[in-house]
């Protein structure tokens, strides 16, 4: 069943958003004819590629009424992913509270001229279900998200300002009266080391599952076409894919492009570990829109394969969405979807992507 409130609530951010941003079209500027152009923006942060020291100031009890501030310092280091419609960023926090680390994951929506900013904590594992959103105006990025504060609704604000080629500034406020006031809460400044990310690394402590499948692949994919309605029509691509290690092995990215006669298929998958559950969080978005499907896929490896379940929508109806990895060795892999409308007695394949390694 739809949540009902989520889907409200994500409205009605839209609409505050624009009133915040005192416009009806984040990211919109306007035409010599007068006539509203949106504003392409997916080049909007390349200006953060690259690898940082930072500053940072934190309020320990924020909406508290509390004033207690700590400062440390951290690393930065943002890369593009899927030819530039996306960047991640790995980062690493030091204050007298400890240390935090996190990855964000920043896609860019075509359609809507606006981007979603996804986040990470090591220590979890699990992408935030509901992404800040937003876009920049004049040198200036704005974005906004509803969260959870000691069992309050709040709204969470993120700026990207003061950006020159060397530096810029970020800082995170927190509103409990519907935007009214913001109070600061996190405060960053960073200082440019290099004009290049931090290369991917791996760590011995850390989960081997995904080992198998780092590394550029020659991808087929066969596509059902038309899902539980007794379709016997395979759809195939041809393309490529790459696999790269996050935080040093506890996360990974996939991106696949592939081509055949129905069209070209292009898709980012964020895989994340979660050492507390011992299980992987499968994360998926498309190039159409630049969001990533909630929920993710949970499970993990036994016996030489994975297994990965969650609860879907498909056309109005509620089904199990299976993913599997199986045929695994150092030159290949299979992975395969499928889909159950009977609380999984029976599955319907629907997705096969063959990996064969590239020499």
């Not at 592939?258 to 190039?287: F, I, K, M, T």
């Not at 030489?304 to 299976?322: K, P």
Request: negative net charge.
């Amino acid at each position: 069943m739809m949540n009902i409130t989520r889907s409200l609530s994500t409205c009605f951010l839209a609409l505050l958003f624009a009133l915040l941003t005192q416009t009806g079209w984040a990211g919109q500027t306007a035409s010599p004819e007068g006539s509203a152009v949106a504003r392409d923006g997916q080049h909007d942060f390349d200006f953060s590629i690259g690898s940082w020291k930072t500053h940072v100031r934190r309020l320990l009890k924020p909406l508290s009424g509390s004033t207690e501030w700590v400062e440390g310092t951290g690393t930065v280091s943002t890369r593009k992913v899927w030819n530039g419609r996306a960047d991640l960023e790995e980062l690493t926090m030091e204050t007298p509270a400890g240390r935090l680390e996190g990855l964000a994951l920043r896609l860019y929506n075509p359609k809507t001229h606006q981007w979603r900013l996804y986040w990470v904590n090591a220590k979890k594992g699990v992408l935030t279900s509901l992404p800040s959103f937003g876009a920049f105006k004049e040198g200036r990025g704005e974005f906004y998200d509803q969260e959870t504060l000691n069992g309050k609704n709040i709204l969470v604000r993120e700026l990207f300002s003061d950006i020159t080629p060397s530096s810029y500034h970020f800082d995170q406020a927190f509103s409990q009266d519907l935007g009214k006031t913001w109070e600061p809460n996190l405060i960053v400044d960073l200082t440019r080391t290099s004009a290049e990310p931090t290369a991917p690394s791996l760590s011995e402590d850390r989960n081997h599952d995904f080992d198998f499948n780092y590394g550029h692949w020659k991808a087929h994919v066969s596509r059902l076409d038309g899902q539980l309605v007794g379709s016997t029509k395979w759809v195939e691509y041809d393309g490529v894919s790459d696999v790269t290690p996050l935080w040093n092995g506890r996360a990974n990215l996939i991106e696949v492009q592939v081509e055949g006669p129905a069209g070209r298929l292009e898709g980012l998958g964020l895989r994340l570990y979660d050492p507390e559950n011992h299980q992987w969080n499968l994360n998926w978005a498309s190039s159409r829109d630049g969001i990533i499907g909630v929920p993710p896929t949970v499970g993990g490896f036994k016996d030489g394969g994975g297994e990965f379940l969650d609860q879907e929508l498909l056309d109005g109806r509620d089904i199990l969405v299976r993913n599997t990895y199986s045929n695994i060795t150092k030159d290949g892999a299979v992975f395969e979807q499928a889909f159950s409308p009977d609380g999984g007695k029976t599955w319907e394949k629907n997705w096969m992507i063959t990996f064969s390694r590239e020499k």
